[in-house]
Nanobody
Framework: EVQLQASGGGLVQAGGSLRLSCAAS????????IGWFRQVPGKEREGVLC?????????SEDYSVKGRFIISSDNAKNTVYLQMNSLKPEDTAIYYC?????????????????WGQGTLVTVSS
């Protein structure tokens, strides 16, 4: 059974940092792409950053996180991380990790088959 466990959310002041973790189990980690997505109530879920575990290539269509967020994968631990720096109040959202077999395409929610529960990130001004 594919399982994804997201953790690491919390309350942080603007300008601060958080690191989210997505622990995966039940599938061949190296064969999958894993992405981080976020959603604000009343808005659509959007892609943040995605990574192909086979070669470490990353992709994002969210220019608001460029230079601030970094995605990485520890294949030995079957865990993907999202390091979030210089956080802004507009980064406040529920963050989800998700997986699909293969490599990253466009880091869009519709491409992903398996989802973990969300972890709430709140950035105060």
């Amino acid at each position: 059974e594919v399982q994804l466990q997201a953790s690491g959310g919390g309350l942080v002041q603007a300008g601060g940092s958080l690191r989210l973790s997505c622990a995966a189990s039940g599938f061949s980690f190296d064969d999958y792409a894993i992405g981080w997505f976020r959603q604000v109530p009343g808005k659509e879920r959007e892609g943040v950053l995605c990574i192909s575990n086979s070669d470490g290539s990353t992709y994002s269509e969210d220019y608001s996180v460029k230079g601030r967020f970094i995605i990485s994968s520890d294949n030995a631990k079957n865990t993907v991380y999202l390091q979030m720096n210089s956080l802004k109040p507009e980064d406040t959202a529920i963050y989800y990790c998700a997986a699909h077999i293969g490599t990253v395409v466009k880091c869009r929610p519709g491409e992903y088959d398996y989802w973990g529960q969300g972890t709430l990130v709140t950035v105060s001004s």
